[in-house]
């Protein structure tokens, strides 16, 4: 018998959290207006300069390779 896997948090935990942000952003632009307009640019504007910080590598690992 397998041992069972366990859920790699380490891996999977930030993309599950931006998915819920961009549903939770998503929402909020369509259910009102004011408060909630400002609620959706924040969560969808803050994934936007996140995943643009990603892409550029500003937020990438410095890595020393051993030799």
Do not use: N, Y
């Not at 550029?56 to 020393?64: D, E, M």
């Amino acid at each position: 018998m397998k041992p069972a896997r366990r859920f790699e948090w380490h891996v999977w935990g930030w993309p599950i959290v931006a998915g819920f942000a961009s549903l939770a952003g998503l929402l909020c632009a369509l259910v009102g207006d004011g408060a909630w307009d400002i609620a959706s640019w924040l969560l969808l504007g803050g994934l936007t300069i996140v995943s643009a910080g990603f892409g550029l590598g500003f937020f990438a690992r410095r890595v020393q390779h051993r030799r």
